[in-house]
């Protein structure tokens, strides 16, 4: 089975960021994607895996990744 990909504009557009966020994110390896000639684009599980809740204690605040968030009350 064929997985979707999505242009680096598609995955801005649905977190919201710019294009050059996406771009940060491929380039520090926060985010998979692969290169199709001279064209880059984002497999649908790379935007799952970004986009994954972290759960408290889950991660330390320095590995904190863009496009992930802690799911938990403040000062609980």
Same mark, same amino acid.
């Given at each position: 089975?064929d997985?979707?990909?999505?242009?680096?504009? *598609?995955? @801005?557009? &649905?977190f919201?960021?710019s294009s050059?966020?996406v771009y940060d994110w491929?380039? =520090?390896?926060?985010?998979r994607?692969i290169?199709?000639g001279?064209?880059?684009?984002?497999? *649908?599980? @790379?935007? &799952?895996e970004?986009?994954?809740p972290i759960?408290p204690?889950?991660?330390s605040? =320095?590995?904190?990744?863009?496009?992930?968030?802690?799911?938990?009350l403040?000062?609980a």
């Open positions: 089975m997985e979707k990909l999505y242009t680096v504009a *598609e995955v @801005a557009k &649905r919201r960021v050059q966020a491929i380039n =520090r390896g926060d985010l994607a290169r199709i001279t064209r880059i684009r984002i497999p *649908e599980s @790379a935007m &799952r970004m986009a994954r759960v204690g889950e991660l605040d =320095r590995e904190n990744k863009p496009g992930q968030w802690v799911v938990g403040v000062g």
